[in-house]
């Protein structure tokens, strides 16, 4: 599977934003997929995840701020992020695997900069 991510950029404090992955090479539905961060100098650290079937899984931090879907016709994963707050600061990476919400990743796509001015 080759994954495209799309949609960073800069944002301020309090704003919105979201994210798309187009993937690609196999059947997306055969998947489940996920998103993950990583700030400067921090490991890459689990966003939110949706199974094959629709169920979202969150880091506890981030619920209620950030919501993952799937188009499976259009094969892209997205991430709603609302509320953003500087330390939200990182490369986001999506991420196609059994058990992304384990990091039982598959396949990786390339780093999205999201980037939250205070």
């Known amino acids: 599977v080759q994954l495209q991510a799309s949609g960073g950029g800069l944002v301020q404090a309090g704003g919105s934003l979201r994210l798309s992955c187009a993937a690609s090479?196999?059947?997306?539905?055969?998947?489940?997929m996920g998103w993950f961060r990583q700030a400067p100098g921090k490991e890459r650290d689990f966003v939110a995840a949706i199974s094959r079937s629709g169920n979202p899984y969150y880091a506890d931090s981030l619920k209620g701020r950030f919501t993952i879907s799937r188009d499976n016709v259009k094969n892209i994963v997205y991430l709603q992020m609302s509320s953003l707050k500087p330390e939200d600061t990182a490369v986001y990476y999506c991420a196609a695997g059994h058990r992304p919400w384990s990091y039982e990743i598959d396949y990786w796509g390339q780093g999205t900069l999201v980037t939250v001015s205070s």
């Open positions: 090479g196999r059947t997306f539905s055969d998947y489940a």
